[in-house]
């Protein structure tokens, strides 16, 4: 589509009404990391959609990762990193380092970048108001992954207070513990929890990945609880792809009206989801679907 095509623009802005209709007002989480985080033409396409959700009535928030980036700090800093089950072992000395990049570098410049595009957004951690309580995450094992925390509560308040004054919340996911201690929280985590806590419409974790893919490396469009608990168990649902599931589980499980997995490689992928009949990537609803064929 180009600038001389008005017919097919607002052929366009039509087919898309009925969406922002039923969107409008609704609160939609946006877990944003992987490739969307390092490739800048990408960072300002999340940017610019963002903003866009919010002039069309709905109300966006945004919660980041950013292990990359910590990832590279550390080793420019000569800190070892060692990983545990998946999980980055957090000393203190990494936690400052989280704290820096996380809560710092990255959140503000999210931030910023959303109100370049015209819209306002603030940067906050879970540590601001205390609004993210935290404690240290255990292992059925005993191993100990240092300050990594687990969620006990998130106050929606300090949320709301944003929401309620046309304000974008950005959000490090960084929780504070009951005497002060600070954790460093899965980002995919955090943001099902928050949408949990918000009653959220819709929870959109953004990855490297198409979305749910068969054995046959299919995309699987639309699941149900029930079918993702099968194709766990058949082992087509296995590796990386296992703890965002347990998140959509989690947040479906506390209320949120659906969950989707998408690319977060695909320029506009927020948007064709929301706008559009076809969507993008996997849809995780309570609603009973046929368990997709091997």
């Known amino acids: ?46 940017a610019r959609d963002i903003a866009l959700l919010k002039y069309v009535g709905i109300k966006p928030v945004v919660v980041h990762g950013g292990g990359p980036q910590i990832g590279e700090l550390l080793a420019s800093l000569a800190i ?21 990049v996380l809560g710092g570098k990255l959140n503000k410049a999210i931030a910023q ?40 509560s998130v106050n929606r308040q300090v949320i709301d207070c944003l929401l309620d004054n046309d304000i974008i919340p950005v959000i490090a996911p960084i929780g504070a513990g009951s005497n002060g201690e600070t954790y460093n929280i899965n980002a995919d985590t955090a943001a099902a929890q928050i949408a949990a806590a ?3 419409e819709k929870l959109l974790l953004l990855t490297n990945t198409p979305g749910v893919l068969n054995n046959d490396q299919t995309l699987l469009t639309h ?21 965002k599931i347990q998140c ?15 690319d977060g490689r695909v320029a506009h ?26």
Do not use: W
């Not at 490739?35 to 990408?42: D, G, I």
């Not at 060692?82 to 820096?100: K, L, P, S």
């Open 1 to 46: 589509m180009t600038a001389s095509d008005p017919a097919q623009v607002v052929k366009i802005l039509t087919q898309a009404l009925p969406y922002i209709q039923k969107f409008t007002g609704k609160i939609c989480v946006v877990k944003y990391g992987g490739n969307a985080m390092t490739n800048s033409e990408l960072m300002n396409s999340f």
């Open 80 to 100: 070892e990193t060692n990983f545990v089950d998946g999980i980055r072992v957090t000393d203190a000395a990494t936690m400052d380092v989280v704290e820096m």
């Open 113 to 152: 970048l959303i109100c370049r595009h015209g819209a306002q957004a603030v940067g906050l951690t879970g540590q601001d108001g205390m609004f993210i309580r935290a404690q240290q995450l255990k292992s059925a094992t005993g191993q100990d992954y240092g300050q990594v925390g687990q969620i006990t």
């Open 198 to 200: 918000l009653d959220a």
């Open 223 to 243: 699941l149900s609880r029930s079918a993702v608990r099968s194709l766990i168990a058949q082992g087509t649902i296995s590796g990386g792809m296992l703890p």
């Open 248 to 262: 959509a589980l989690d947040a479906l499980s506390q209320g949120v009206g659906s969950v989707q997995i998408i």
């Open 269 to 294: 992928a927020l948007l064709l989801e929301l706008f559009t009949p076809e969507g993008c990537g996997t849809q995780i609803t309570d609603q009973a679907l046929t368990i997709p064929t091997q």
